[in-house]
């Protein structure tokens, strides 16, 4: 199983995480934000799956959009891939697959 990780950027003093490159840190206004790596391992706080989408992701419905709490503490919103033979719930483990031009994809562990 291929394990990627996820970029996330992280406050140099307080260590607050962001989801994209800050000039200040949003907490302590530090103004050195460093990219990290981050597990990639999440829990699935909420989904839903999208049938009638915005014209720049025509032809690729029904997709899956998940709010997702990362290990560290961080939430995403992100693609969600369920398998055929799966079923999304609340509270199912969750990890990073790639990034897309559209943003992250995760997918049921
Ligand atoms: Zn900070």
Redesign the pocket.
Known sequence: MRMAAFEAFA?D??K?LAVRPLSR?R??E?STVLSTNLSGRGTLTSFTTIRVPPTVFLGQEPYDIAVIDLDEGLRVTARLTVPEEREAMIGDPVIFHEMRPYGPVFRLV
């Open positions: 406050c003093r307080c607050c840190c907490r302590c530090a």
